[in-house]
């Protein structure tokens, strides 16, 4: 079956603007993830999706940053007024179900110029 | 501080030999254990996942967990050159909502 995507694969912004970065779980997987990577570090987790529970936003950087899901599908990670060091790769993962195994997606490479 | 702990490497062995990936982590209530396999610039991808203790093989891989050491590996046999990538080592917290916490990765070259 079809797995977790993204959009856009890759995206050059300007510094001060700002993007939008989308996923698609993998269909009836409720718990939904972002993560980011920087070049050569592990991953840095950003915030997770459960059902319609309150998103855990523990792992955002600042309130630059924003997600929501919505109907319990898509997911939009919104990143305003970006800077550079926001250059990363920005993965999403969905899992059957919160603590279980996480599909991840093949990410959107953000530069920052 | 929820850790979890692998060695970066690079781990180097031989075509044909065993590759062991170990990973420890610091909350005695953890419940869950995955491991994930990434090549260079592209994403995680899931290998295994164990919850109890003991072995768990799937074709050339095994996890192997031991909950009193808190300690969770991987064994890669019969490692090939296409084995090479970085290995995640993720943990489940006891506790935790549905957070994973995943280590920063050991790096695996298998020489032919």
Known sequence: ?113 | QKEVEQNSGPLSVPEGAIASLNCTYSDRGSQSFFWYRQYSGKSPELIMFIYSNGDKEDGRFTAQLNKASQYVSLLIRDSQPSDSATYLCAVRYGGSQGNLIFGKGTKLSVKP
């Open chain 1, 1 to 113: 079956g079809a797995g977790v995507s993204q959009s856009p694969s890759n995206k050059v912004t300007e510094k001060g603007k700002d993007v939008e970065l989308r996923c698609d779980p993998i269909s009836g997987h409720t718990a939904l993830y972002w993560y980011r990577q920087s070049l050569g570090q592990g991953l840095e987790f950003l915030i997770y999706f459960q059902g319609n529970s309150a998103p855990d936003k523990s792992g955002l950087p600042s309130d630059r940053f924003s997600a929501e899901r919505t109907g319990g599908s898509v997911s939009t990670l919104t990143i305003q007024r970006t800077q550079q060091e926001d250059s990363a790769v920005y993965l999403c993962a969905s899992s059957p179900g919160g603590g279980r195994e996480q599909y991840f997606g093949p990410g959107t490479r953000l530069t920052v110029t």
